[in-house]
Nanobody
Framework: QVQLVESGGGSVQAGESLRLSCTTS????????MGWFRQVPGKERNWVAR????????YYLDSVKGRFTISRDRAEKTLYLQMNNLKPEDTAMYYC???????????????????WGQGTQVTVSS
């Protein structure tokens, strides 16, 4: 059974930083993909950053490039999202996700991912 558990959310001022963590258990896809998505009430859940488990490829939403960094500690089985220079428009519930199928480049929709965490709230005030 795959379990993803996020932590690290909170309320910050614009310009500040947060680091989200996603601890995993039971996820064994050696060429799969993990990612961070976010969702605000009434809107779709959209991807923010993705990490290819089989290599070191990383993908970012244009609006977070240069501010967010996705990384993974293989030994700790933990996925991170370092978020710097946060903006009010980054306010959302952030979800960790994992995909069993091979590859990461072309997979960015909510329905492309098989496993989800419960989410952690990030609130950025101006």
């Amino acid at each position: 059974q795959v379990q993803l558990v996020e932590s690290g959310g909170g309320s910050v001022q614009a310009g500040e930083s947060l680091r989200l963590s996603c601890t995993t258990s039971g996820y064994t896809a050696s060429n799969g993909c993990m990612g961070w998505f976010r969702q605000v009430p009434g809107k779709e859940r959209n991807w923010v950053a993705r990490y290819y488990i089989g290599g070191d490829s990383k993908y970012y939403l244009d609006s977070v490039k240069g501010r967010f960094t996705i990384s993974r500690d293989r030994a700790e089985k933990t996925l991170y999202l370092q978020m710097n220079n946060l903006k009010p428009e980054d306010t959302a519930m952030y979800y960790c996700a994992a995909r069993d199928g091979d590859g990461c480049a072309g997979w960015h929709r909510e329905e492309d991912f098989d496993y989800w965490g419960q989410g952690t709230q990030v609130t950025v005030s101006s």
